[in-house]
Protein backbone atom coordinates (compact mmCIF):
# COMPACT_ATOMS: atom_id res chain seq x y z
CA UNK A 1 0.00 0.00 0.00
CA UNK A 2 1.52 3.34 -0.95
CA UNK A 3 2.65 5.01 2.03
CA UNK A 4 2.87 2.31 4.16
CA UNK A 5 5.70 0.00 5.23
CA UNK A 6 5.62 -3.63 6.61
CA UNK A 7 7.87 -3.78 9.34
CA UNK A 8 6.36 -7.14 11.29
CA UNK A 9 3.93 -9.16 10.61
CA UNK A 10 1.15 -7.56 12.92
CA UNK A 11 2.75 -4.01 13.08
CA UNK A 12 2.90 -1.73 10.01
CA UNK A 13 4.10 2.07 9.71
CA UNK A 14 3.96 4.72 7.23
CA UNK A 15 5.73 8.48 7.14
CA UNK A 16 4.94 11.68 6.63
CA UNK A 17 6.62 14.91 7.01
CA UNK A 18 5.06 17.29 10.10
CA UNK A 19 4.79 20.41 8.01
CA UNK A 20 3.95 19.54 4.56
CA UNK A 21 1.34 16.98 5.73
CA UNK A 22 2.79 14.75 2.79
CA UNK A 23 2.82 10.92 2.66
CA UNK A 24 6.03 9.41 1.28
CA UNK A 25 7.55 6.01 1.17
CA UNK A 26 10.77 5.73 1.89
CA UNK A 27 12.11 3.78 4.71
CA UNK A 28 13.35 6.18 7.50
CA UNK A 29 16.51 5.72 9.62
CA UNK A 30 16.35 7.30 13.32
CA UNK A 31 18.86 6.83 15.91
CA UNK A 32 17.53 7.14 19.61
CA UNK A 33 19.10 10.13 20.16
CA UNK A 34 16.92 12.12 16.81
CA UNK A 35 13.70 10.81 18.18
CA UNK A 36 11.72 13.91 19.48
CA UNK A 37 8.71 12.26 20.92
CA UNK A 38 6.62 9.22 20.35
CA UNK A 39 2.75 9.30 20.94
CA UNK A 40 -0.47 7.07 20.98
CA UNK A 41 -2.04 8.05 17.98
CA UNK A 42 -5.95 7.88 17.30
CA UNK A 43 -6.44 6.01 14.12
CA UNK A 44 -8.95 8.15 12.12
CA UNK A 45 -11.53 7.22 10.00
CA UNK A 46 -10.00 7.89 7.06
CA UNK A 47 -6.67 6.28 7.32
CA UNK A 48 -8.78 2.75 8.70
CA UNK A 49 -10.44 3.30 5.31
CA UNK A 50 -7.68 2.71 3.32
CA UNK A 51 -7.98 -0.49 1.11
CA UNK A 52 -7.95 -3.66 2.92
CA UNK A 53 -7.60 -2.08 6.75
CA UNK A 54 -11.13 -1.37 6.41
CA UNK A 55 -11.76 -5.30 7.09
CA UNK A 56 -9.92 -4.64 10.24
CA UNK A 57 -12.06 -4.76 14.05
CA UNK A 58 -9.83 -2.25 15.66
CA UNK A 59 -6.58 -0.73 14.84
CA UNK A 60 -4.07 0.44 17.71
CA UNK A 61 -1.78 3.19 16.65
CA UNK A 62 1.63 5.25 17.77
CA UNK A 63 3.73 8.01 16.04
CA UNK A 64 7.65 8.52 16.25
CA UNK A 65 8.10 11.95 15.60
CA UNK A 66 11.58 12.45 14.42
CA UNK A 67 14.50 14.91 13.44
CA UNK A 68 14.67 15.05 9.40
CA UNK A 69 17.79 16.54 8.32
CA UNK A 70 17.15 18.77 5.15
CA UNK A 71 20.17 20.99 3.26
CA UNK A 72 22.16 23.27 4.76
CA UNK A 73 21.97 22.18 8.15
CA UNK A 74 17.79 22.81 8.34
CA UNK A 75 15.93 20.56 10.68
CA UNK A 76 12.70 19.57 10.50
CA UNK A 77 10.27 17.26 12.81
CA UNK A 78 8.89 14.28 11.17
CA UNK A 79 6.45 11.51 11.75
CA UNK A 80 6.10 7.75 11.25
CA UNK A 81 3.16 6.09 12.55
CA UNK A 82 2.98 2.73 13.03
CA UNK A 83 -0.23 0.05 13.71
CA UNK A 84 -1.68 -3.16 14.45
CA UNK A 85 -4.26 -4.74 15.55
CA UNK A 86 -3.09 -5.88 18.85
CA UNK A 87 -3.30 -3.26 21.57
CA UNK A 88 -0.92 -5.20 24.10
CA UNK A 89 1.71 -5.43 21.08
CA UNK A 90 1.35 -1.58 20.12
CA UNK A 91 1.21 -0.71 24.04
CA UNK A 92 4.51 -2.44 24.51
CA UNK A 93 6.10 -0.72 21.69
CA UNK A 94 5.02 2.82 23.07
CA UNK A 95 6.13 1.73 26.13
CA UNK A 96 9.61 1.17 25.14
CA UNK A 97 10.54 3.89 22.97
CA UNK A 98 9.33 6.19 25.85
CA UNK A 99 11.45 4.46 27.97
CA UNK A 100 14.12 4.74 25.55
CA UNK A 101 13.87 8.31 25.63
CA UNK A 102 13.45 8.89 29.06
CA UNK A 103 17.56 7.70 29.70
CA UNK A 104 18.50 10.27 26.99
CA UNK A 105 19.55 12.35 30.24
CA UNK A 106 21.05 15.39 28.50
CA UNK A 107 17.56 16.51 27.28
CA UNK A 108 16.00 19.29 29.09
CA UNK A 109 12.44 18.75 31.10
CA UNK A 110 12.26 22.22 32.18
CA UNK A 111 12.87 25.58 30.49
CA UNK A 112 13.08 29.20 31.17
CA UNK A 113 11.81 31.07 27.94
CA UNK A 114 13.01 35.11 27.57
CA UNK A 115 11.39 36.46 24.36
CA UNK A 116 12.46 39.67 23.33
CA UNK A 117 9.00 41.38 21.32
CA UNK A 118 11.13 43.91 19.60
CA UNK A 119 14.22 42.36 18.27
CA UNK A 120 15.07 41.77 14.33
CA UNK A 121 11.72 41.87 12.41
CA UNK A 122 9.66 42.34 16.04
CA UNK A 123 8.00 38.88 14.86
CA UNK A 124 9.72 37.18 18.44
CA UNK A 125 6.70 36.31 19.77
CA UNK A 126 4.77 35.01 16.81
CA UNK A 127 8.19 33.09 16.25
CA UNK A 128 7.96 31.23 19.65
CA UNK A 129 3.76 30.69 19.87
CA UNK A 130 3.74 29.30 16.32
CA UNK A 131 6.80 27.43 15.91
CA UNK A 132 8.89 26.78 18.56
CA UNK A 133 5.90 26.04 21.39
CA UNK A 134 4.38 23.64 19.76
CA UNK A 135 7.48 21.34 19.79
CA UNK A 136 8.22 21.89 23.38
CA UNK A 137 5.28 20.67 24.33
CA UNK A 138 5.18 17.46 21.82
CA UNK A 139 8.61 17.20 23.44
CA UNK A 140 6.78 17.41 26.88
CA UNK A 141 9.35 20.25 27.83
CA UNK A 142 7.45 22.42 30.45
CA UNK A 143 8.14 26.47 30.05
CA UNK A 144 8.42 29.07 31.92
CA UNK A 145 7.43 32.34 29.68
CA UNK A 146 8.79 35.95 30.03
CA UNK A 147 8.05 38.18 28.02
CA UNK A 148 10.43 41.43 27.88
CA UNK A 149 9.31 44.93 29.06
CA UNK A 150 12.26 46.51 29.09
CA UNK A 151 15.94 46.10 28.00
CA UNK A 152 17.83 44.19 30.64
CA UNK A 153 14.73 42.36 31.86
CA UNK A 154 16.07 39.21 31.13
CA UNK A 155 19.39 39.92 32.44
CA UNK A 156 18.19 41.20 35.64
CA UNK A 157 15.45 38.54 36.10
CA UNK A 158 18.34 36.33 35.95
CA UNK A 159 19.68 37.31 39.33
CA UNK A 160 15.99 37.10 41.09
CA UNK A 161 14.77 33.42 40.02
CA UNK A 162 15.87 30.32 41.15
CA UNK A 163 17.72 29.29 38.26
CA UNK A 164 18.63 26.21 39.31
CA UNK A 165 15.41 24.37 39.45
CA UNK A 166 15.91 24.69 35.01
CA UNK A 167 17.61 22.10 32.87
CA UNK A 168 18.37 25.41 30.51
CA UNK A 169 17.44 29.53 29.54
CA UNK A 170 16.07 29.49 25.98
CA UNK A 171 16.39 33.30 24.54
CA UNK A 172 14.08 34.25 21.30
CA UNK A 173 15.45 37.20 19.46
CA UNK A 174 18.67 38.00 18.84
CA UNK A 175 22.91 38.13 19.61
CA UNK A 176 22.06 41.49 21.77
CA UNK A 177 19.04 39.72 23.76
CA UNK A 178 21.56 36.33 24.02
CA UNK A 179 24.01 38.50 25.21
CA UNK A 180 21.84 39.68 28.18
CA UNK A 181 20.83 36.14 28.88
CA UNK A 182 24.61 35.29 29.13
CA UNK A 183 25.25 38.10 31.35
CA UNK A 184 22.45 37.48 33.51
CA UNK A 185 23.71 33.70 33.88
CA UNK A 186 27.44 33.99 33.95
CA UNK A 187 27.21 36.79 36.69
CA UNK A 188 24.68 35.16 38.47
CA UNK A 189 27.18 32.04 38.78
CA UNK A 190 29.66 34.61 39.63
CA UNK A 191 27.96 36.24 42.64
CA UNK A 192 27.09 32.69 44.04
CA UNK A 193 30.57 31.40 43.67
CA UNK A 194 31.61 34.99 45.63
CA UNK A 195 33.74 35.62 42.17
CA UNK A 196 34.42 39.05 41.75
CA UNK A 197 34.11 40.11 37.84
CA UNK A 198 35.57 43.14 38.37
CA UNK A 199 39.11 41.15 38.69
CA UNK A 200 40.52 40.76 35.26
CA UNK A 201 42.65 37.79 36.49
CA UNK A 202 39.68 36.15 38.61
CA UNK A 203 39.34 32.44 37.26
CA UNK A 204 35.19 32.55 36.90
CA UNK A 205 33.44 29.82 37.31
CA UNK A 206 31.62 27.90 34.67
CA UNK A 207 28.04 27.97 33.69
CA UNK A 208 26.26 24.66 33.32
CA UNK A 209 22.88 26.00 32.57
CA UNK A 210 22.76 25.72 29.02
CA UNK A 211 21.64 28.54 26.65
CA UNK A 212 19.16 27.93 23.89
CA UNK A 213 18.92 30.58 20.88
CA UNK A 214 15.69 30.92 18.84
CA UNK A 215 16.81 33.38 16.27
CA UNK A 216 14.69 36.42 16.00
CA UNK A 217 16.69 38.76 15.89
CA UNK A 218 18.94 41.34 12.92
CA UNK A 219 22.29 39.27 12.60
CA UNK A 220 21.99 36.17 14.35
CA UNK A 221 25.52 35.55 14.23
CA UNK A 222 25.91 33.62 17.09
CA UNK A 223 22.69 31.52 16.75
CA UNK A 224 24.72 30.87 12.90
CA UNK A 225 28.02 30.13 13.56
CA UNK A 226 27.18 27.07 16.62
CA UNK A 227 24.23 25.51 14.59
CA UNK A 228 24.89 26.29 10.69
CA UNK A 229 21.61 28.12 10.28
CA UNK A 230 19.39 30.68 11.35
CA UNK A 231 16.28 28.69 11.54
CA UNK A 232 14.00 28.82 14.87
CA UNK A 233 12.56 25.51 14.31
CA UNK A 234 16.38 23.74 13.65
CA UNK A 235 17.16 25.78 16.98
CA UNK A 236 14.11 24.37 18.51
CA UNK A 237 14.86 20.75 17.77
CA UNK A 238 18.36 21.30 19.14
CA UNK A 239 17.36 21.85 22.36
CA UNK A 240 14.80 19.32 22.41
CA UNK A 241 17.41 17.09 21.75
CA UNK A 242 19.79 18.14 24.38
CA UNK A 243 22.76 19.28 22.49
CA UNK A 244 25.85 20.32 24.00
CA UNK A 245 28.07 22.77 22.44
CA UNK A 246 30.74 24.81 24.66
CA UNK A 247 31.91 28.52 24.20
CA UNK A 248 34.83 31.00 24.89
CA UNK A 249 33.69 33.42 26.30
CA UNK A 250 36.06 37.14 26.63
CA UNK A 251 36.07 39.37 29.58
CA UNK A 252 36.56 42.71 28.72
CA UNK A 253 37.81 45.18 31.78
CA UNK A 254 39.14 48.80 31.93
CA UNK A 255 41.30 50.02 34.58
CA UNK A 256 39.98 46.26 36.80
CA UNK A 257 36.38 47.81 36.10
CA UNK A 258 34.20 44.90 34.45
CA UNK A 259 32.62 46.04 30.88
CA UNK A 260 31.17 43.53 29.35
CA UNK A 261 31.70 39.46 27.77
CA UNK A 262 32.08 38.75 24.79
CA UNK A 263 31.05 35.44 22.23
CA UNK A 264 31.29 36.66 19.22
CA UNK A 265 32.81 40.29 17.82
CA UNK A 266 34.58 42.82 19.92
CA UNK A 267 34.88 45.62 16.98
CA UNK A 268 36.67 48.94 17.12
CA UNK A 269 36.72 51.42 14.38
CA UNK A 270 34.26 50.03 11.55
CA UNK A 271 32.35 47.85 13.17
CA UNK A 272 32.00 50.05 16.60
CA UNK A 273 31.09 53.46 14.26
CA UNK A 274 28.74 50.44 12.25
CA UNK A 275 27.00 49.92 15.39
CA UNK A 276 27.12 53.71 16.57
CA UNK A 277 25.19 55.04 13.64
CA UNK A 278 22.91 51.88 13.47
CA UNK A 279 21.67 52.70 16.92
CA UNK A 280 20.10 55.74 16.06
CA UNK A 281 18.43 53.67 13.41
CA UNK A 282 17.00 50.93 15.21
CA UNK A 283 13.27 51.85 13.75
CA UNK A 284 14.59 50.39 10.09
CA UNK A 285 15.13 47.32 11.26
CA UNK A 286 17.55 44.54 10.32
CA UNK A 287 18.07 47.26 7.47
CA UNK A 288 19.98 49.68 9.59
CA UNK A 289 23.00 47.58 9.29
CA UNK A 290 23.37 47.90 5.48
CA UNK A 291 22.54 51.65 5.64
CA UNK A 292 25.20 52.60 8.42
CA UNK A 293 27.62 49.92 6.76
CA UNK A 294 27.69 52.07 3.93
CA UNK A 295 28.24 55.31 5.25
CA UNK A 296 30.80 53.86 7.69
CA UNK A 297 32.30 52.64 4.65
CA UNK A 298 32.33 55.70 2.79
CA UNK A 299 33.50 58.04 6.08
CA UNK A 300 36.66 55.56 5.87
CA UNK A 301 37.85 56.71 9.12
CA UNK A 302 41.08 55.01 10.58
CA UNK A 303 42.11 55.08 14.06
CA UNK A 304 45.86 55.26 16.10
CA UNK A 305 46.31 53.16 18.75
CA UNK A 306 48.03 50.59 20.28
CA UNK A 307 47.45 46.57 20.78
CA UNK A 308 49.67 44.40 22.90
CA UNK A 309 48.39 40.77 23.03
CA UNK A 310 49.35 37.41 23.95
CA UNK A 311 49.81 34.38 21.85
CA UNK A 312 47.53 31.40 22.48
CA UNK A 313 50.18 29.11 22.58
CA UNK A 314 48.06 26.26 24.19
CA UNK A 315 45.96 25.59 21.01
CA UNK A 316 47.61 24.14 18.01
CA UNK A 317 45.29 25.65 15.29
CA UNK A 318 46.09 29.00 13.09
CA UNK A 319 43.59 31.35 11.79
CA UNK A 320 44.87 30.67 8.40
CA UNK A 321 44.05 27.12 8.55
CA UNK A 322 42.10 25.47 6.07
CA UNK A 323 40.18 22.80 8.24
CA UNK A 324 37.14 24.57 10.05
CA UNK A 325 35.72 24.15 13.47
CA UNK A 326 32.96 21.20 13.09
CA UNK A 327 30.82 19.34 15.20
CA UNK A 328 33.29 17.40 17.78
CA UNK A 329 36.13 19.83 16.79
CA UNK A 330 39.42 18.11 17.62
CA UNK A 331 40.87 20.97 18.41
CA UNK A 332 37.98 21.91 20.69
CA UNK A 333 38.11 18.53 22.77
CA UNK A 334 42.09 19.40 22.84
CA UNK A 335 41.21 22.98 24.93
CA UNK A 336 38.92 20.47 26.75
CA UNK A 337 41.19 18.31 27.94
CA UNK A 338 43.50 21.06 28.73
CA UNK A 339 40.90 22.76 30.65
CA UNK A 340 40.04 19.47 33.03
CA UNK A 341 43.37 19.00 33.63
CA UNK A 342 44.04 22.44 35.16
CA UNK A 343 40.80 22.51 37.14
CA UNK A 344 42.56 19.17 38.59
CA UNK A 345 45.89 21.37 39.15
CA UNK A 346 43.48 23.94 41.21
CA UNK A 347 45.20 26.74 42.69
CA UNK A 348 48.03 27.14 39.87
CA UNK A 349 48.42 30.79 38.78
CA UNK A 350 47.49 31.58 35.13
CA UNK A 351 50.57 31.43 33.27
CA UNK A 352 50.08 34.51 31.17
CA UNK A 353 52.06 36.91 33.48
CA UNK A 354 55.05 34.85 32.60
CA UNK A 355 54.68 34.74 28.88
CA UNK A 356 55.60 37.33 26.25
CA UNK A 357 53.51 40.34 25.38
CA UNK A 358 53.82 41.22 21.62
CA UNK A 359 53.28 45.02 21.18
CA UNK A 360 52.05 46.55 17.74
CA UNK A 361 51.23 50.51 17.04
CA UNK A 362 49.82 51.36 14.11
CA UNK A 363 46.60 53.19 11.91
CA UNK A 364 43.70 50.68 12.23
CA UNK A 365 40.21 50.83 9.93
CA UNK A 366 39.56 48.04 12.15
CA UNK A 367 40.43 45.94 14.88
CA UNK A 368 38.48 42.70 15.21
CA UNK A 369 39.19 40.11 18.02
CA UNK A 370 36.43 36.99 17.55
CA UNK A 371 35.94 33.85 19.77
CA UNK A 372 34.20 32.09 16.96
CA UNK A 373 33.96 32.38 13.23
CA UNK A 374 31.14 35.26 13.01
CA UNK A 375 29.27 33.58 10.39
CA UNK A 376 26.03 35.21 9.93
CA UNK A 377 23.27 35.36 6.36
CA UNK A 378 25.63 38.12 5.54
CA UNK A 379 29.08 36.24 5.56
CA UNK A 380 28.48 32.83 5.52
CA UNK A 381 32.17 32.46 5.96
CA UNK A 382 32.26 34.87 8.79
CA UNK A 383 35.11 37.47 10.01
CA UNK A 384 37.67 34.50 10.50
CA UNK A 385 36.45 31.41 9.02
CA UNK A 386 38.96 29.16 10.71
CA UNK A 387 37.94 30.24 14.43
CA UNK A 388 37.15 27.92 16.83
CA UNK A 389 33.78 27.94 19.18
CA UNK A 390 35.80 26.32 22.53
CA UNK A 391 39.54 26.04 21.81
CA UNK A 392 40.05 28.95 24.57
CA UNK A 393 41.24 31.69 21.99
CA UNK A 394 40.03 34.34 19.84
CA UNK A 395 41.61 36.02 16.56
CA UNK A 396 42.64 39.23 16.56
CA UNK A 397 42.31 40.91 13.17
CA UNK A 398 44.45 43.84 12.61
CA UNK A 399 42.79 46.04 9.41
CA UNK A 400 45.58 48.64 8.80
CA UNK A 401 44.62 52.02 6.68
CA UNK A 402 44.65 50.85 3.12
CA UNK A 403 42.24 52.97 0.44
CA UNK A 404 38.72 52.26 0.30
CA UNK A 405 39.68 50.53 -2.30
CA UNK A 406 41.30 47.99 -1.00
CA UNK A 407 39.19 48.15 2.06
CA UNK A 408 36.09 47.05 0.18
CA UNK A 409 38.03 44.12 -1.44
CA UNK A 410 38.60 42.61 1.82
CA UNK A 411 35.26 43.41 2.78
CA UNK A 412 33.83 41.65 -0.34
CA UNK A 413 36.31 38.55 0.45
CA UNK A 414 33.98 37.99 3.26
CA UNK A 415 30.86 37.17 1.06
CA UNK A 416 33.45 35.03 -1.13
CA UNK A 417 35.62 31.77 -1.13
CA UNK A 418 38.89 33.78 -1.26
CA UNK A 419 41.47 34.48 2.08
CA UNK A 420 40.38 37.78 3.66
CA UNK A 421 43.43 37.70 5.15
CA UNK A 422 45.88 37.48 2.21
CA UNK A 423 46.62 41.36 1.63
CA UNK A 424 49.62 43.27 3.08
CA UNK A 425 47.15 45.70 4.95
CA UNK A 426 45.73 42.30 6.96
CA UNK A 427 47.26 40.53 9.93
CA UNK A 428 45.72 38.14 12.05
CA UNK A 429 46.36 36.69 14.89
CA UNK A 430 45.38 33.64 17.70
CA UNK A 431 45.36 35.34 21.08
CA UNK A 432 44.46 34.23 24.45
CA UNK A 433 44.17 37.75 26.03
CA UNK A 434 45.29 41.25 24.46
CA UNK A 435 45.13 45.13 25.73
CA UNK A 436 43.90 48.24 23.85
CA UNK A 437 44.87 51.99 24.08
CA UNK A 438 44.18 54.50 21.66
CA UNK A 439 46.29 56.93 20.41
CA UNK A 440 44.15 59.46 21.82
CA UNK A 441 43.57 58.92 25.37
CA UNK A 442 47.40 58.13 25.59
CA UNK A 443 47.96 61.60 24.53
CA UNK A 444 45.11 62.55 27.02
CA UNK A 445 47.04 60.51 29.96
CA UNK A 446 50.09 62.12 29.09
CA UNK A 447 49.01 65.62 28.90
CA UNK A 448 45.41 65.63 30.37
CA UNK A 449 45.51 69.07 30.19
CA UNK A 450 45.52 69.45 26.16
CA UNK A 451 42.09 70.95 25.81
CA UNK A 452 42.32 71.90 22.17
CA UNK A 453 43.05 68.40 20.86
CA UNK A 454 39.95 67.28 22.40
CA UNK A 455 38.01 70.08 20.96
CA UNK A 456 39.88 69.22 17.62
CA UNK A 457 38.47 65.81 17.95
CA UNK A 458 35.26 66.46 18.77
CA UNK A 459 34.97 69.08 15.73
CA UNK A 460 36.32 66.22 13.17
CA UNK A 461 33.97 63.72 14.45
CA UNK A 462 31.26 66.22 12.90
CA UNK A 463 32.75 65.93 9.58
CA UNK A 464 32.25 62.50 8.03
CA UNK A 465 34.69 63.40 4.99
CA UNK A 466 37.81 64.30 6.91
CA UNK A 467 39.38 60.75 8.16
CA UNK A 468 41.27 62.21 10.68
CA UNK A 469 43.09 59.82 13.26
CA UNK A 470 41.96 62.30 16.31
CA UNK A 471 38.91 60.99 17.72
CA UNK A 472 38.16 57.89 18.94
CA UNK A 473 36.15 54.74 17.86
CA UNK A 474 34.23 52.53 20.57
CA UNK A 475 33.87 48.89 20.72
CA UNK A 476 31.44 46.96 19.25
CA UNK A 477 30.93 44.70 21.60
CA UNK A 478 28.44 41.74 20.56
CA UNK A 479 26.56 44.21 19.10
CA UNK A 480 26.72 46.73 22.05
CA UNK A 481 28.60 49.66 22.59
CA UNK A 482 30.90 49.84 24.91
CA UNK A 483 31.89 52.81 26.95
CA UNK A 484 35.71 52.86 26.84
CA UNK A 485 38.07 52.74 23.96
CA UNK A 486 40.78 50.98 26.52
CA UNK A 487 39.84 47.86 27.49
CA UNK A 488 42.10 44.72 28.99
CA UNK A 489 40.36 41.51 27.13
CA UNK A 490 40.87 38.00 28.28
CA UNK A 491 39.32 35.21 26.80
CA UNK A 492 37.88 32.47 29.12
CA UNK A 493 37.74 28.61 27.58
CA UNK A 494 34.65 27.39 27.38
CA UNK A 495 33.34 29.23 30.28
CA UNK A 496 29.29 28.71 29.02
CA UNK A 497 27.27 26.21 27.53
CA UNK A 498 24.90 26.21 24.41
CA UNK A 499 21.80 23.59 22.85
CA UNK A 500 23.87 23.39 19.86
CA UNK A 501 26.29 20.95 18.28
CA UNK A 502 28.38 23.14 16.59
CA UNK A 503 28.44 22.90 12.70
CA UNK A 504 28.00 19.42 11.22
CA UNK A 505 29.86 18.62 8.25
CA UNK A 506 28.49 19.13 5.18
CA UNK A 507 26.97 15.14 3.95
CA UNK A 508 25.52 15.13 0.68
CA UNK A 509 23.10 12.04 1.60
CA UNK A 510 22.10 12.79 4.90
CA UNK A 511 20.60 9.70 5.45
CA UNK A 512 23.18 7.98 5.48
CA UNK A 513 24.39 9.50 8.85
CA UNK A 514 22.24 7.20 10.39
CA UNK A 515 23.71 5.08 12.90
CA UNK A 516 20.50 2.77 13.30
CA UNK A 517 17.12 2.85 12.77
CA UNK A 518 13.51 2.29 13.39
CA UNK A 519 13.62 -0.88 11.20
CA UNK A 520 16.89 -1.83 13.03
CA UNK A 521 15.27 -1.64 16.57
CA UNK A 522 11.49 -3.68 15.36
C1 LIG B 1 30.22 44.90 -0.62
C2 LIG B 1 29.62 44.04 0.41
C3 LIG B 1 30.51 43.76 1.54
C4 LIG B 1 29.78 42.99 2.61
C5 LIG B 1 30.66 42.70 3.76
C6 LIG B 1 29.89 41.97 4.78
C7 LIG B 1 30.68 41.66 5.98
C8 LIG B 1 29.73 41.24 7.04
C9 LIG B 1 30.40 40.74 8.26
C10 LIG B 1 29.40 40.60 9.32
C11 LIG B 1 30.03 40.27 10.61
C12 LIG B 1 29.03 40.24 11.68
C13 LIG B 1 29.67 40.07 12.97
C14 LIG B 1 28.64 39.99 14.03
C15 LIG B 1 28.47 40.87 14.95
C16 LIG B 1 27.43 40.77 15.98
O1 LIG B 1 28.00 40.49 17.21
C17 LIG B 1 26.67 42.08 16.12
C18 LIG B 1 25.44 41.87 16.97
O2 LIG B 1 24.44 41.26 16.28
N1 LIG B 1 26.24 42.57 14.83
C19 LIG B 1 26.69 43.70 14.35
O3 LIG B 1 27.44 44.42 14.95
C20 LIG B 1 26.19 44.07 12.99
C21 LIG B 1 27.31 44.18 12.03
C22 LIG B 1 26.75 44.34 10.66
C23 LIG B 1 27.79 44.56 9.69
C24 LIG B 1 27.21 44.88 8.36
C25 LIG B 1 28.29 45.27 7.43
C26 LIG B 1 27.77 45.79 6.15
C27 LIG B 1 28.91 46.37 5.38
C28 LIG B 1 28.43 47.04 4.16
C29 LIG B 1 29.58 47.70 3.45
C30 LIG B 1 29.08 48.27 2.18
C31 LIG B 1 30.15 48.78 1.26
C32 LIG B 1 29.55 49.08 -0.05
C33 LIG B 1 30.46 49.81 -0.93
C34 LIG B 1 29.93 50.06 -2.26
N1 LIG C 1 11.03 44.60 25.71
C1 LIG C 1 12.12 45.22 25.28
N2 LIG C 1 12.08 46.52 24.91
C2 LIG C 1 13.18 47.14 24.43
N3 LIG C 1 14.39 46.57 24.31
C3 LIG C 1 14.49 45.28 24.67
C4 LIG C 1 13.37 44.54 25.16
N4 LIG C 1 13.77 43.28 25.41
C5 LIG C 1 15.09 43.24 25.10
N5 LIG C 1 15.53 44.41 24.65
C6 LIG C 1 16.88 44.79 24.18
O1 LIG C 1 16.86 44.84 22.75
C7 LIG C 1 18.18 44.66 22.27
C8 LIG C 1 18.19 44.09 20.88
O2 LIG C 1 17.50 42.92 20.86
P1 LIG C 1 17.83 41.67 19.93
O3 LIG C 1 19.21 41.28 20.07
O4 LIG C 1 16.80 40.65 20.27
O5 LIG C 1 17.53 42.19 18.46
P2 LIG C 1 18.38 42.87 17.32
O6 LIG C 1 19.22 43.93 17.88
O7 LIG C 1 17.45 43.21 16.25
O8 LIG C 1 19.29 41.71 16.80
P3 LIG C 1 20.87 41.57 16.73
O9 LIG C 1 21.33 41.69 18.16
O10 LIG C 1 21.04 40.19 16.17
O11 LIG C 1 21.40 42.65 15.87
C9 LIG C 1 18.85 43.78 23.29
O12 LIG C 1 20.12 44.27 23.60
C10 LIG C 1 17.94 43.80 24.51
O13 LIG C 1 18.62 44.25 25.65
CA1 LIG D 1 37.57 30.45 20.31
Not at 104 to 111: A, E, I, N, T, V
Not at 251 to 256: F, K
Not at 349 to 358: L, M, S, T, V, Y
Not at 457 to 473: E, K, T, Y
Amino acid sequence: MKGMTKLDPQLYAFTYGCELSCVHTENCFVPISEIIAVEETEFNKKQRNIGRWQKMAKLHAFTVYYVKKARNHRWRCSGATFWCEDEHLCNQWTQALKELLEMQKSRPKQLLVYINPYGGKRQGKRIYEQKVAPLFSLASISTDVVITEHANHAKDNLFEVNIYKYDGVVCVGGDGMFSEVMHGLIGRMQKDSGIDQNNPKASLVQCNIRIGIIPAGSTDCICYSTVGISDPVTSALHIILGDCQPLDVSSVHHNNTFLKYSVSLLGYGFYGDILKDSEKKRWMGPMRYDYSGFKTFLSHHYYEGTIAYQPAKHTHGSPRDKERCRTGCYICKQSEKQLSEQSKERGLKHEEGAEEWKVIKGKFLAINAVSMSCACPRSPKGLSPAAHLADGSADLILVRKCSRFDFLRYLVRHTNQDDQFDFPFVDVYRVKCFQFTSKLSEDNESNVMDIGKKRFGQFCRDHPACCCNIVNSTWNCDGETLDSSAVEVRVHCQLMKLFARGIEEDCKDEAAHSQSSIEQLL
